[in-house]
């Protein structure tokens, strides 16, 4: 991979159970596969549904230490690392943006990278050499706040920075079901929705979801981690093409849909990953 020289697209993973960091699974191949075809960023700002706040926060340490936020699971999980380098300099960059567009926001220099974040960046970038800032979503200030949010952070795709929202296309875990293949009829059609909107361009409809689709709320009975995708979405391009690289439902209820928006320049590159297909 060589270094960033042009403008990058930006991201959006459904990062899906812990449990991927010990298997990748067709999800975290694609992931996988789709960062190979990219120049490798200065850095990654990752938005993570796992760090809530009040205002929008930052990561400003020199070098990010892993959070494991689950409990649980089996032992090897908790022995995984993903200490990536921080990137304090484009955390400062980050808060300036924000604040240019109107949004108070700051930097934690202690926290590191939860599972959100570190997961599907184990299967991007391996080498724990990309510098990270991780960026927290702000649920109760709603769904257009977050559009915004991603709006004030376009400029960075042109600086060698790549923006990635990690959430889920849908999450809703009263009724995952972990060994089930079946999907459930209502997650298929909110996830086909929302790529059909996102193919008309309509991100009006969609930060409405819970008004303009019938299963939205179930598909997300909280919204964690529905505002990554509006982050990662309003961050791209004005002219950006979507391309949903990876379809797929884990359990019955969590879609794993992936997609990147690619500025119109770069939009005939083929992904190795495009149309990667999970359980559809």
């Known amino acids: 991979q ?10 959006f993973v459904s ?49 990010l230490t892993t959070i494991h936020d689950f409990h ?71 769904t257009e706040h977050h559009w915004q949010m991603g709006r004030a952070l376009a400029p960075l795709a042109a600086e060698g920075v790549l923006v990635i929202g990690s959430g889920h296309a849908t999450h809703n875990l009263r009724d995952w079901q972990p060994s089930s293949h079946a999907e459930l009829a209502y997650a298929a059609r909110f996830a086909d929705w929302i790529a059909g909107r996102i193919a008309a361009g309509d991100h009006r409809a969609v930060a409405e979801y819970r008004d303009t689709q019938p299963d939205g709320a179930r598909a997300h009975p909280t919204e964690e981690h529905f505002m990554p995708l509006l982050v990662a979405w309003g961050a791209a391009a004005d002219d950006a093409t979507p391309e949903r690289f990876y379809r797929g439902i884990e359990g019955g209820a969590l879609a794993m849909d992936a997609y990147a928006f690619r500025p119109r320049a770069d939009a005939h590159a083929t992904s190795g990953a495009s149309a990667a297909r999970g359980t559809r």
């Open 2 to 11: 060589a270094r960033v020289t042009a403008m990058l697209p930006t991201l």
């Open 15 to 63: 990062h899906g159970s812990p449990m991927h960091a010990l298997d990748a699974g067709p999800a975290g191949n694609a992931w996988a596969a789709f960062a190979r075809t990219l120049p490798v960023p200065r850095a990654v700002v990752i938005v993570s549904a796992h760090w809530d706040t009040s205002v929008p926060m930052l990561t400003g340490a020199e070098r």
């Open 72 to 142: 649980g699971f089996p032992a090897p999980l908790y022995q995984l690392r993903y200490d990536a380098p921080g990137a304090p300099d484009v955390a400062r960059r980050v808060v300036a943006l924000l604040k240019g567009a109107g949004m108070a926001a700051g930097i934690d220099g202690t926290r590191g990278l939860d599972h959100g974040a570190w997961v599907p960046l184990r299967f991007m970038y391996p080498g724990v050499d990309v510098p990270v800032v991780q960026l927290s979503v702000q649920t109760a200030r709603g």
